[in-house]
């Protein structure tokens, strides 16, 4: 029986689940939308708002927010994080949404998105670099 048990445990060992779930929380915090099964994405979500709401009542300092969040996810995504903080001022919960998607093809597995609310798309670097250089190119 399941009593009183909690949390996915994705066929894995604690160690592996963990790194799991530090992966996937960095990558979200870092790139603002990821795809994953939609088991991930859910459990990624209540992990993403108590992350978010425990840097938002901090009081401010970014090392006490950095202290915090220190085994929970990586520097960078912390300070992406701290960079866009006052998109989340105005919103007390609810900062991720999980978008469900089509089966994976290969397996059947259920796929889901999961973004953050405020995640606007910003166009890819490498993308507008190439046009900049075919645009010089085509102006010689």
């Given amino acids: 029986m399941k009593h009183r048990k909690t949390g996915r445990q994705f066929g894995r060992v604690r160690s592996q689940r963990k790194a799991l779930m530090y992966s996937l929380l960095s990558s979200l915090l870092i790139h603002g939308r990821i795809e994953t099964t939609e088991a991930k994405a859910k459990e990624t979500k209540d992990a993403i708002d108590k992350i978010i709401t425990k840097a938002k009542r901090a009081q401010g300092s970014r090392m006490e927010i950095a202290r915090k969040l220190q085994n929970e996810v990586s520097e960078d995504a912390v300070a992406v994080l701290m960079d866009s903080m006052e998109k989340f001022d105005a919103r ?49």
């Avoid at 900062?95 to 994976?104: A, D, E, F, H």
């Fill in 92 to 140: 007390v919960s609810g900062y991720s949404r999980v978008i469900k998607l089509i089966p994976r093809k290969s397996d059947g597995s259920s796929m889901a998105v999961i973004e953050l609310v405020d995640f606007v798309k910003k166009p890819a670097q490498k993308k507008v670099e190439v046009a900049e250089k075919v645009k010089t190119e085509t102006a010689k």
